[in-house]
């Protein structure tokens, strides 16, 4: 397929709690649902159900340098309301944090995350086979992995989460690093990445973690979203990682902004949230009237 970059002016992360409403808004809050343990801690995600949810859902990878915090629900509230707006669900999934865990140990949790949310689709009210996932920078990177290096699950697996596909049907990815081979430090054990300390692992594990390493045909649709002024991670990203899926033939799009750098604000936050909800819409499908 052609490639052809679409430049856009900018004009502008089983315990559950009770559902808890939020305030002035029809969406009801389910925190801190548990979707895994490990070293004795809990995995959790938030669950956001709209009053007129259509059933498909998106997955956010809330991490920021593959650091995952919890995050009042108001705040995140008011950053998925144009999710909600349109009648989906929205899951707030928070995984093993850096400097705890690197890379590797991350991976697992949001597949996990996957997995759960698929096993337990009828209760948390959602379709499995409309999920979508999106995040930006590190949280970019998680996502693409969800989609390019998902699998159908471990039947022989004595745990049932893990007997399910981790699969996703669309990708949103903000600024997303797409190959962390020269990237890994663990290989050389005096060298080490202090800003950001989940890359502290051995480069030979790097090509499993890499998005680009993955892409084949049968990646669900893909939206790429950066700036070229990008001082931290650099649009070659972007560019790169669509050139390989239209190589493939995977449905994907790319969308630059002019002078925009790392983390959208103001008016390039705008034009970055309608461009995913529409991808969204699109590929999950919404019975929403707004």
């Known amino acids: 397929m052609k490639l052809r970059t679409i430049v856009f002016v900018a ?6 709690v009770g559902p808890v409403a939020v305030q002035a808004q029809e969406v009801a809050v ?8 490990k070293y004795g801690m809990a995995l959790t995600f938030d669950v956001f159900t709209p009053a007129n949810a259509n059933g498909a859902a998106v997955l956010n990878m809330v991490s920021g ?10 705040v995140s509230q008011r950053r998925y309301q144009p999710l909600l707006d349109k009648g989906f669900t929205v899951f707030a999934v928070r995984h093993g944090s ?12 949001v597949r996990r995350a996957v997995r759960y949310i ?4 009828r209760r948390l009210g959602v379709d499995a086979t409309r999920l979508g996932v999106w ?4 949280g970019g990177h998680l996502s693409l992995i969800l989609g390019n290096a998902s699998d159908s699950g471990d039947p022989s697996s004595e745990d049932p989460v893990l007997r399910v596909s981790s699969r996703v049907a669309a990708v949103v990815a903000y600024y997303p690093p797409v190959d962390l081979r020269p990237l890994a430090r663990g290989a050389s054990p005096e060298i080490t990445n202090r800003r950001f300390p989940a890359l502290n692992f051995d480069r030979s594990e790097a090509p499993a973690y890499s998005p680009i390493v993955h892409v084949s ?3 669900p649709p893909t939206l790429l979203i950066h700036g070229d002024s990008d001082g931290l991670v650099n649009v070659s990203n972007s560019h790169e990682i ?6 493939q033939g995977v449905e994907s799009k790319v969308i630059i902004i002019p002078g925009a750098d790392h983390g959208f604000r103001g008016e390039d936050a705008v034009l970055a949230t309608a461009a995913m909800v529409d991808w969204f819409v699109v590929h999950l499908g919404s019975r929403s009237s707004n």
């Open 217 to 219: 045909a049968d990646d």
């Open 11 to 16: 004009l502008f992360g089983l315990l559950v």
């Open 135 to 138: 995040g930006g920078s590190a």
């Open 30 to 37: 389910t925190p801190d649902v548990v979707y895994g343990h």
């Open 118 to 121: 698929r096993l337990n689709a």
């Open 65 to 74: 340098g593959w650091r995952s915090q919890w995050r009042p629900h108001a």
């Open 242 to 247: 669509y050139a390989a899926f239209q190589e």
């Open 98 to 109: 850096s400097p705890k865990f690197v890379i590797p140990e991350i991976v697992p949790d």
